[in-house]
């Protein structure tokens, strides 16, 4: 009976990481990015923090859209601009 418990947890915890990665990997272009750029975990990505990605530097001043020198996951999310919603804009 042990054993079966081991081979049940074993199972179940293979099919929580399974749904996790799978989870990560269809995740929106604007959180992917906020999870990967927002070092300060403050819900924003800062010029200084979106400088480790070249895409998204290129169109900062035409995605931040309240100018505030910041962009948040609503501004990524509504942008074309954004890295990775071309992508999404084409299969709509």
Not at 30 to 59: C, F, P, W, Y
Request: net charge negative.
């Amino acid at each position: 009976m042990k054993r079966l418990e081991k081979v049940f947890l074993t199972v179940c915890a293979v099919a929580t990481v399974q749904a996790i990665s799978l989870a990560d990997a269809h995740a929106s272009p604007a959180r992917s990015l906020m999870q990967e750029l927002d070092t300060d975990k403050d819900g924003l990505i800062s010029l200084k923090e979106a400088v480790r990605h070249t895409g998204l530097l290129r169109n900062f001043g035409l995605i931040d859209d309240n100018e505030d020198g910041k962009l948040s996951e609503a501004e990524l999310t509504k942008s074309k601009l954004t890295p990775g919603n071309e992508k999404l804009s084409a299969s709509e």
